[in-house]
């Protein structure tokens, strides 16, 4: 139960970042490098969303969070305050992936 709160949480808080009108209002420690924030947040909603929903196929959890990582740059593209950008989503599928790498490499011990 635990890890499906602190999933909600997590993607809670990405949600409302991803949609704030000007990102760079955010103190130094939360927007200090847009690449580096895209790849420790997506790492880390991978992380939770595994020990939240264990029963999930990785395969599945992977495009669900890129899904996400897409429909986040779609609605970004809409609002006038912010603007969408693919290379967000790589880097949120670079952390997904190493969050996954971590996950198998854990399991394979």
Known sequence: ?????????????????????????????????D?????IAFATLALLFQYAYPELKNTLQVILLILYAVAIEIVQYFLPTRSADPLDVFFDMLGILLAYAIISKKLKR
């Open 1 to 33: 139960m635990l890890a499906k709160i602190l999933f909600f949480s997590a993607l809670s808080a990405i949600t409302v970042l991803a949609f704030l009108p000007n990102y760079n209002t955010l103190p130094d420690a939360l927007s200090f490098s």
């Open 35 to 39: 690449i580096l924030n895209h790849f």
